[in-house]
Nanobody, 127 residues
Framework: QVRLVESGGGSVRAGGSLRVSCVAS????????LAWFRQGPGKGREAVAG????????YYSDSVKGRFTISQDNAKNTVYLDMNSLKPEDSAMYYC????????????????????WGQGTQVTVSS
């Protein structure tokens, strides 16, 4: 069982930066995929970035590539999402999700693949 707790959201002006964190209660240092998803008002859940914790291989959606960075700190069982050059369209509830690589059958960006979810943290970017 894995419990995920996000933190670090907030409000920022366009062009600014934020870091959101996801602390896992279970051991996710290997053989897991952790990803950040976001969901804006009236929109579906969108994949933002993912990381394979064993290899540290990372993936990004086209909308954030070059602006966002996902990373992990194994000592703290934490995954981070550093967000730079933020835009108003980045405003959303950001969720952390995890799945064992043994259970991943499809793509990292499919939210239906994930077993565990955090409660979310709000990011608001004003113009």
């Amino acid at each position: 069982q894995v419990r995920l707790v996000e933190s670090g959201g907030g409000s920022v002006r366009a062009g600014g930066s934020l870091r959101v964190s996801c602390v896992a209660s279970g051991d996710i240092r290997s053989r897991h995929v952790l990803a950040w998803f976001r969901q804006g008002p009236g929109k579906g859940r969108e994949a933002v970035a993912g990381i394979y914790t064993t290899s540290s291989t990372t993936y990004y959606s086209d909308s954030v590539k070059g602006r966002f960075t996902i990373s992990q700190d194994n000592a703290k069982n934490t995954v981070y999402l550093d967000m730079n050059s933020l835009k108003p369209e980045d405003s959303a509830m950001y969720y952390c999700a995890a799945v064992s690589t043994n259970n991943l059958r499809g793509s990292w960006y499919d939210p239906h693949e994930y077993t565990y979810w955090g409660q979310g943290t709000q990011v608001t970017v004003s113009s």
